[in-house]
């Protein structure tokens, strides 16, 4: 079992940069795929960006695909996302999740963190 701590959220005014952090304990994080999902206000949580268990292989939504890069850290147990210029549409609660393989749907992660909250000023 993992357990996930979100970290990173706040206000950013548009065009802004900012990167979350997922710090995750446990001793086999190494072996799990990660995700970054998003839930605005009265939305559902959707997919953001996922890595595999190696880093070797990254997918991302197309919402903030060529401007986000998601990494990990095996030895820091931490995995990260980075949004570039970043819009008002980008406000919303992220969350961290795990399971053991890639997957672009909630119900495919079994882990998921407290969530961070992000906010993208106009």
């Known amino acids: 079992q993992v357990q996930l701590v979100e970290s990173g959220g706040g206000l950013v005014q548009a065009g802004g940069s900012l990167t979350l952090s997922c710090a995750a304990s446990g001793p086999t994080f190494s072996s799990y795929a990660m995700a970054w999902f998003r839930q605005a206000p009265g939305k559902e949580r959707k997919f953001v960006a996922a890595?595999?268990?190696?880093?070797?292989?990254?997918y991302f939504a197309d919402s903030v695909k060529g401007r986000s890069t998601i990494s990990r850290d095996n030895a820091k147990n931490t995995v990260y996302l980075q949004i570039n210029n970043l819009k008002p549409e980008d406000t919303a609660d992220y969350y961290c999740a795990a399971d053991s393989r890639v997957g672009y749907y909630t119900d495919e992660y079994d882990y998921w963190g407290q969530g961070t909250q992000v906010t993208v000023s106009s």
């Open positions: 890595i595999n268990w190696s880093g070797g292989s990254t």
